[in-house]
């Protein structure tokens, strides 16, 4: 007879929930200490410290998310997504074209005549993370290589680039 799969539930104050116990359990052990302190050498996103030591506040039933935890909330971009903003009768288009190397292959037909900005954006704390498809490129440099060669880009010659 097989076993009924556990249900997770969330946390109430007489109850952890056994995910929470799992993660505090293990974030705990000095080994697992020590990866963290060396978080960029293994692609681990540099805020994973910060939602492991707060797991068990996320598995509340009163959890609420704060600015803090919405603005180091990171989803990794895998394809092209699009959304619009409608701002005083005005719209926006943003384009989000990833940022993996075997996407950037796919960004060309975005660099047309109605673009009317590029926004380029690099976390800083790349400065000492190396790219997971090459692990001798460092990323903050392989961003700006790639904003230059975007600055040279013959799509955009005709574009005012400021």
Same mark, same amino acid.
């Given at each position: ?53 707060? @797991?068990?506040?996320?598995?509340? !039933?009163?959890?609420?998310? #704060?600015? /803090?935890?919405?603005?180091? =909330?990171? +989803? ?48 800083? @704390?790349?400065?000492?993370?190396? !790219?997971?498809?090459?692990? #001798?490129? /460092?990323?903050?440099?392989? =961003?700006? +290589? ?17």
């Amino acid at each position: 007879m097989r076993n009924k799969p556990e249900i997770h539930t969330l946390s109430t104050p007489n109850h952890i929930n056994p995910l929470v116990l799992a993660i505090t359990t293990l974030a705990s052990e000095p080994s697992v200490q020590k990866m963290l302190e060396r978080a960029n050498e293994y692609q681990i996103q540099e805020t994973a410290e910060y939602f492991i030591q707060r @797991a068990e506040h996320f598995w509340s !039933l009163e959890y609420k998310p #704060n600015d /803090n935890d919405i603005l180091r =909330a990171r +989803v990794r971009t895998t394809s092209v997504s699009e959304t619009k903003f409608y701002i005083d009768g005005m719209v926006f288009k943003v384009i989000d074209v990833g940022g993996q190397r075997s996407d950037r292959l796919f960004w060309a037909p975005y660099f047309s005549d109605e673009v009317n900005a590029i926004l380029f954006v690099v976390s800083l @704390a790349s400065y000492d993370q190396q !790219l997971q498809e090459d692990r #001798n490129v /460092n990323r903050m440099m392989d =961003a700006l +290589v790639l904003f230059e060669t975007l600055l040279r880009c013959n799509r955009l010659t005709c574009s005012e680039i400021e």
